[in-house]
Every structure is written in C-alpha cells, then in structure tokens.
C-alpha cells in the first residue's frame, strides 16, 4: 500500500483541533508517532493504571453494602489480585495495520478482491422457533430417534451449507461471523430438516489455523441460536478430527466434549473403511450419548461389473458390521461423487433388503453433475435422508441443489415439507455472502462441474484445497497435471478409498510426482532414493490402518527400508493421554483462561493451538471483524464499527500508514472512538526483499534444495553432522503438506542456510554437505 500524507488526519480531526496539534509542534504524523511509541509499541499498551484496582473495589460485597474504614484494604487482601486488562482494541488496530501493510493473514490462493456488497439477512418471525427433530431427539434417545427418522413420511434432508458445502467450495474458509447471521432464519424456518452439518472433518484445524477462531466457541454460538435442529458432525474414526491416529481415551474425550458443546449426530468414518478404526469412532460416539451414525465411504461403481475390488458384495459386508456393532443410522458416504443412478439403485435397494428398520442417510457430491439425479434414485430406493446445500453453495463439488430436490419431490411420496421461498431467501443470503470469500472460490478456476471425476476420484472436499495448494507450491497452471497424476498416484498406492485423511496422502503424492516432473515408473523405480511426503511414508508405515486389500509392495518396503511398521490398529499401542499434565501446561504457558475445550484442541492439533493462541494474544479477537475487513482490512478513510461484546462496540477510522523505516516498519494511524491511535507494523515483503537466500545449484553434488515452497518446521542435523544417504535432513510445510528432505548423498555437513519457520522457495538452499 502507498505513502499516505496527512490529509486524510487532517480531515478527520477537522481544522481547529489540526491547527491546535500543529501549534504543539506536530506538523507531520512521524514527530507524533514518535511521542506515541512508548505507549503503544508495536501495537502493545504499556500505560499501567490503577483502573483494575478501583474496578475490584466497586464490585466487593462489603464496600457496596457496608460502611468500610481504614481497615477496608488490609481487611480486603483479594483487592490487588488485579486482572490484567485484554487490551482487545489496540491489539485489532495492531492486526488491521499488519492485513493493510502485508494484506490477508491467511494465505490467499488466487487473485480476487472480497466482495464490499454486505448479504441481506431474511426476516425472522418473532419468538421462538418452533420444535424440529432435535426435540424428538431430546425426548427419545437416539434409538428413538432412529426410529422416528425411519417411520417419517417423505424425504429428509441434512443441509451441508454450514460445513461440507464450503469445504468444497471456498476451500473450509467460511467463518463463524457469516454462520451466525444467518442462522436465526435457519432456526425459524428448517425446523424438519433431518440435521444440520456445521462442524468436524476440515473445519476443525482450518477455525484455527487460518481463520484465527476456536472451533469450539463456533459449536457453542451456533447451538445458542439454532436450539431446535439437530447438529451433526463428521468423526474420522480413530482420527477424530485430525490426520492421524490418536490414544483411544483421547477419541473418547473429544467426543464427550462435542457432545457437552451442542453436538448431537456423529458420522464416524474411516479413511480406509478399516472396521477396528471405525468401531473405535462409533464407540466413542455411543459412549458420548450421541447419535451414532456409522459411514461406509464408496468408491469403484457397483454398477459396473469390471469394478471388483469394491463390489456390491463389499458394501453389504461391511454394513453387515456395522449394524452388529449398533448404528444407529447407516450412512453411504459418496465424498467424490461417484454415485450413479443405476449404481444407486443397486446399492441401496441392496441395503434396505437386507436391513428394512435401519434409517439409511446418502452422502453424495455433484462434481459431475448427477448429483441430483442420484440422489432421487437413492430416495425411490429406500434412503431417509439425503444431503443436499442450499441453491447458491451447491453444485459442482459441493452436494446436490436443496432447491432442485425439494421442487422434484413436492406433491409426490417424497415431499420434504420444506417451502420453496424460504430456500430461495436462504439461497440469496448465501450468493452474496459467497463474494466475500471471492480468493478461496474454486469457480476462479473452475467453471462447472466435470465428469472427469469418475476417473481420478478426488472428493469434493478435497478438490478445491487440493487446487489452491497446488497454487501455493507454484503448481497453479500445472492442475491438468496433478489430476493425471492423482490416478497415477492411487495406482502406486494400491487404489484406496479416498476420503480425508487418505485423498491427502495420494494428493500430497500426486503434488510430488508433479513438483519433481516424476512419472509412476519412474517413481516405482527410485522409491528407496526419494524423499516421499511425510503422509506417505506414514501411511506405508501403518499409521492410519491397513488398506483393504493390503499395502502395495515392493513400493512399501522401497519406502520404508529398515523404518518401523505398526500391526494392526495404530491407535492401541499408543499410551492414554494425561489430559491433566496437558492442561497444568497448557496453564502454564497462557494462564489460568485454558478450558476443558482448550485442552482438546491441544490434543488434537498441540503446534496448531498453540500458534493459534500466540495470534490471539498479539491480535486480539479477530472472529469480531466482519469478513471483508479480516482479510483485506479497512481502506484509508474508512470508518467502521467492531462490536467487541454486546454492549461495547468500537467505533474505529483508519487514517494513514507511514513510509518504511530503516527497521523495516511502517506506522499505521487510526482514530479510535475518537482518540488518535498509531501502530507499527513489520513490512514483510519489504523485509523479505533486504535479505537474499541464495539458490542450490544442482550442478554442484551435495547442495540440497527446498523441493517445494514452504515454511521450514524442523531442521535435523548442524553443521558437523555425519549423515547417510537417504538419513532425514529437515521437514518443510506447505499448506497441510509436510515433507521430509532426505540427504542425497553420505557425507558430513558443511554448512545449514535455514532454521526453523524460514520461509524458502522452490530450490533455495538448505545445507551444504561434503562428500
């Protein structure tokens, strides 16, 4: 952003108190930032006040409604136990100058601008919504409930709009500000929709990671405005909601939290369809009390009799299973789109045969563009519930058009009872909502739906992430590729089942071949030279289970040569997790403000927490900012309002940002409730520019490159180091993909170039190491 003059202060303040400020000696902004950095250095107020003391005193019991003496504070010890003050409002100018002077804190894939068109919320009729499923629910049990879901005339339908909807299709980046506004009009007027998904899978890490917002405080707000629907989540097994194994008193507590925080329907899956895995997640469910709704997830076509790895014959099987093992609804989790009519026919007529009582729930996406088609087929086969999203978030990779399946079946057996109008009203909500995640949109680059999925398989929950971290490795132009290479990769590792967190690993494998200019041949035959994904090698190793049909070999004892391989379920030989010594650490590092839901993140993602809790401490509450304003900040001049809390709204202007400082700083001035503010922000791009890193030259043996763009997480040796051929150099990160650099050759190391979180191109230097 340019060097702003001080016009714009000028105009704010008016020119009286302007000629006033400039008499005292401050004609230009520099001289008075100066004077201000004592109190506000690098966006932290350091004036100390007694207001905390006196705030203690005006609340005590016996100064309110006694007379006190001069004994009053030596009686009142309790009086000078001081709660430090937030100090959220510096700490948000100090986040909006950091997007104004660096622009968005979560990375942005493509160039687009959000969108400055503010959604119209629909009307909301007076008082309480009326009862939904939830009620039934709350009074029944979920036996009950199942049962009622079964013994229900016509269609239900689950709304994937607040979850799965814009996983695929703003890349998991819908936060919790826009779900909320919304939700009062869903509360009022989808009191028969089946469930609600709002929470789990993606959303989970990415509330954190990139939205700088807990997960846990999205359930609790949404429960508060939506008491009479079902909430419904996915589960991933024995990952819960991460991408890998966790002790199983850690799958069990989490779930008991959710359950605690307004959750009522769990779908539990697993990656790989690997039953101790999911029997683990569903008992974990059960336990919680809730709804236990066990997910079969469909890959291959049972329609097509070339198709055998995943036959009809496999899928009744494996229900077969899961209703011994007590389901209470049994769900087909299509998370590619795969579902044809016919096969639906097939498939589910199969499965209400051989299970008339059980509820039956299809998951599909509409990536080809047959979602509808298939999911109406299911429906005349005997399904209860099906998902949908609303009219302006569905299509393509997300779920089939609400509109379209409550149209089609109106007047006929399948009635959802839903009114067509209120669809629309939810619909035009959500198209301009839409525009404010205008970077994260798939539709920048993908224009429709492509049956091309049929081929590569890649689930709609992944395909746009999958699209936006092949843009952040420099892979953009190259996606026709890294879909090939995604049925290359699938091949080389056996043709799984692809649902998170599996898709990742043939992702992150399909991104590696392409980064590398790699063929599967060529992979197959240098597989015990090349420094896989770190999700590969974990998975070769057994991390997330076993796949049906066994792992590939030789390719896995390539990989994996003398490394550890896990038999059997990989969480039951990990240790129960000591949830108290984890909080008494948690308290330690951020005081005494950690909750039991706190704890859970830690335990589910401890690096993402706590970077989390780092930006929260230096930003403030970030989740108050509307949209626009979070990722692309406020323009010069513009004034805006933040509603901190109910009750305590901040009225705020930006005025001005600096030129560059010899420190590579820029000052940010604002006015805030009328009171001049300046913050100083790092340039990064600026700083970035003043310092070099120089490149690997791949004609000199030894130097080891970045194989990909990305932050550094772990550097493993020194300067000095003997190392082997093949022996772990250091992990880098790109979005969620991690991968390990392997030394090249044996040598001792001459020199390291990186240290943990430097950020590094393709082909910058690593280390140096000496034959």
């Known amino acids: ?82 709660k430090p003050t937030q100090n959220r409002a510096q700490k948000l100018l100090h986040y909006l100058g950091h997007v104004m002077v660096n622009g968005p804190t979560t990375p942005i894939p493509v160039k687009a601008k959000p969108s400055s068109i503010d959604p119209v919320i629909p009307p909301v009729t007076m008082g309480e919504p009326s009862v939904g499923f939830r009620d039934v629910l709350l009074r029944a049990g979920p036996e009950g409930f199942a049962k009622a879901v079964r013994a229900h005339q016509g269609l239900l339908l689950m709304d994937t709009t607040f979850r799965d909807a814009h996983q695929s299709l703003l890349a998991t980046r819908v936060r919790t500000h826009d779900l909320k506004l919304i939700s009062p009009f869903v509360s009022h007027n989808f009191t028969n929709l089946y469930s609600l998904e709002n929470w789990g899978g993606a959303t989970f890490d990415v509330a954190m990671r990139f939205l700088s917002e807990c997960p846990w405080k999205r359930l609790q707000e949404l429960r508060a405005l939506i008491p009479n629907v ?69 890959t291959g076509d049972v329609s097509d009799p070339m198709r055998q790895k995943y036959s009809l014959d496999y899928y009744v099987k494996l229900a077969d299973e899961l209703v011994k093992a007590g389901t209470h609804i049994l769900c087909i989790k299509d998370m590619a789109g ?90 035009e909500y959500w198209e301009v909502t839409r525009g404010l995640y205008a970077p994260f949109d798939c539709t920048a680059t993908m224009k429709s739906g492509n049956a091309d999925v049929y081929e590569n398989e890649i689930p709609g929950g992944q ?37 998170t967190p599996s898709s990742k690993i043939v992702g992150d494998l399909a991104q590696f071949m392409v980064q ?38 030789p390719f896995r004892s390539k990989v994996l040569k003398s490394l550890a391989r896990i038999e059997g379920r990989p969480g039951a030989s990990l240790p129960p997790m000591d949830f108290k010594a984890l909080e008494e650490g948690l308290r330690a590092s951020h005081g005494d403000e950690i909750t039991p839901e706190d704890v859970m993140s830690a335990a589910m993602y401890p690096k993402v927490f706590q970077e989390f809790k780092e930006f929260t401490a230096n930003f403030g509450p970030v989740d108050c900012l509307n949209t626009r304003l979070f990722l692309d900040g406020p323009k010069i001049a513009e004034e805006f309002e933040v509603e901190l809390e109910r009750g305590k709204t901040l009225h705020i202007k930006a005025l001005a940002l600096g030129d560059l400082n010899k420190a590579g700083q820029r000052e940010v001035f604002f006015e805030l409730n009328g009171q ?46 003997k190392v082997e051929k093949g022996q772990p150099l250091c992990v880098l990160s790109a979005m969620k993909m991690e991968t390990v650099v392997n030394s090249p050759v044996a040598g001792t190391v001459k020199a390291v170039h990186v240290t943990a979180d430097t950020s590094l191109e393709g082909d910058d230097l690593i280390l140096e190491i000496e034959e």
């Open 676 to 721: 001049l503010r300046s913050v100083l922000v790092k340039d990064t791009v600026a700083m970035k520019e003043m310092k070099f890193h120089p490149k690997a030259q791949k004609s000199i043996k030894g130097q080891v490159g970045a194989p990909m763009p990305g932050k550094v997480l772990e550097v493993k040796v020194e300067a000095g180091s």
């Open 516 to 553: 590398n200019n790699l063929t599967r041949a060529e992979v197959e035959e240098r597989a015990d030279e090349l420094s896989f994904p770190l999700s590969v090698v974990e998975f070769l190793q057994g991390y997330i289970g076993i796949p049906h049909g066994g792992f590939p070999e």
């Open 230 to 298: 079902p909430f419904q989540m996915l589960l991933r097994g024995a990952n819960a909601v991460g991408y890998t194994n966790y002790p199983d008193n850690a799958v069990f507590k989490f779930c008991e939290v959710a359950k605690e925080n307004g959750m009522d329907i769990f779908r539990v899956f697993d990656s790989l369809n690997y039953l101790p895995n999911m029997l683990l997640g569903m008992e974990a469910a059960g336990a919680a009390g809730g709804v236990v709704e066990a997910a079969i997830s469909y």
């Open 338 to 427: 795969l579902l044809k009519p016919e096969a639906s026919k097939l498939l589910i007529g199969a499965l209400r045969d051989r299970f008339p009582d059980m509820p039956i729930h299809v998951h599909t996406h509409d990536t080809a563009g047959a979602g509808v088609a298939a999911m109406l087929a299911c429906a005349e086969a005997g399904a209860d519930v099906v998902d949908v999203a609303v009219d302006s978030m569905a299509g393509m990779t997300s779920q089939p058009s609400m509109g379209a399946i409550v149209a089609c079946t109106k007047g006929t057996k399948l009635d959802t009872g839903i009114a067509l109008e209120k669809v629309f009203d939810y619909s």
């Open 463 to 499: 395909y746009t992430n999958l699209h936006f971290q092949a843009h952040s490795m420099g892979l953009g132009n190259k996606f026709k590729e890294v879909k090939k290479a995604y049925v290359e990769a699938n091949k080389l590792l056996g043709d799984l089942i692809k649902v």
């Open 1 to 82: 952003m340019p060097h702003v003059s001080p016009a714009p202060i000028r105009e704010a303040l008016g020119q009286a108190q302007w000629m006033r400020w400039d008499e005292e000696g401050k004609d230009e902004m520099r001289s008075w930032g100066r004077r201000e950095k004592e109190s506000f250095a690098e966006g932290k107020r350091e004036v100390k006040t007694n207001i905390p003391f006196l705030q203690n005193v005006l609340s005590n019991t016996q100064f309110l409604h006694s007379t006190v003496d001069t004994q009053f504070i030596d009686e009142n010890p309790d009086l000078f136990n001081l």
